[in-house]
């Protein structure tokens, strides 16, 4: 059970779009329509923004949307704001009921 | 409103045992599923863990050997209990909660604890 695939760090200018890529195996990522995707701002706990690969909480702005391709799943964060500099994590069931996570990517609202 | 707040000590040996308690308020420890997911510092999310409200648990492969989770209804809080730490057990432990797949499998999470040091040194 690996970790899945997550570029370190994005940047983007307020106003922009940015998107964040999550790569895993048919085992996880390829395999279930359970991706979600976390937001986590320093010394806070995570919150949940994506949830089953595209839906959103309630709160959640509809600038955060999610989609998958193959064992690629990805968030797009449209009109960046200041507020959305943040960590963010992807996760997927990975079967056996198991769970796994990505790396955690740093955005960086320039 | 959910809060789950995490509890334990801050400092624990190498090869002892870590021992956490996570606390739930303003709901039912009922019909869910509850991880337990760590964070070393400035590193990623690493789930450990799960237990069901039924009492079945399931655990990280990496960890399995060394993780007990455990359920107290009677007072809405579960328990992580990791044998045989190293240094590299060093982490932010959170506690989070998940509803049940269709499947009846954990798939997310929607409420996390704010999460507690733990360091393991001696």
């Known amino acids: 059970q690996s970790a899945l695939t997550q570029p370190r760090s994005v940047s983007g200018s307020p106003g922009q779009s940015v998107t964040i890529s999550c790569t895993g195996t048919?085992?996880?990522?390829?395999?279930?329509?359970?991706v979600s995707w976390y937001q986590q701002h320093p010394g806070k706990a995570p919150k949940v923004i994506i949830y089953d690969v595209s839906k959103r909480p309630s709160g959640v702005p509809d600038r955060f949307s999610g989609s998958k391709s193959g064992n690629t799943a990805s968030l797009t964060i449209s009109g960046l704001q200041a507020e959305d500099e943040a960590d963010y994590y992807c996760?997927?069931?990975?079967?056996?009921?198991?769970?796994?996570f990505g790396g955690g990517t740093k955005l960086t609202v320039l | 409103q959910v809060q789950l707040q995490e509890s334990g000590p801050g400092l624990v040996t190498p090869s002892e045992t870590l021992s956490l308690t996570c606390t739930v308020s303003g709901g039912s420890i009922s019909h869910y599923y509850w991880s337990w997911i760590r964070q070393p510092p400035g590193e990623g999310l690493e789930w450990i863990g799960y237990?069901?409200?039924?009492?079945?648990?399931n655990y990280n492969p990496s960890l399995k050997s060394r993780v007990t989770i455990s359920l107290d209804t009677s007072k809405n809080q579960f328990s992580l209990k990791l044998s045989s730490v190293t240094p590299a057990d060093t982490a932010i432990y959170h506690c989070?909660?998940?509803?049940?797949?269709?499947?009846?499998?954990?798939?997310?999470?929607?409420?996390w604890g704010q999460g507690t040091l733990v360091t393991v040194s001696s």
């Open positions: 996760c997927s069931y990975a079967g056996i009921y198991s769970l796994v």
């Open positions: 989070a909660r998940s509803w049940p797949s269709s499947g009846g499998f954990p798939k997310d999470f929607d409420f």
């Open positions: 237990i069901h409200y039924s009492g079945s648990t």
């Open positions: 048919s085992s996880d990522v390829g395999g279930y329509n359970y």
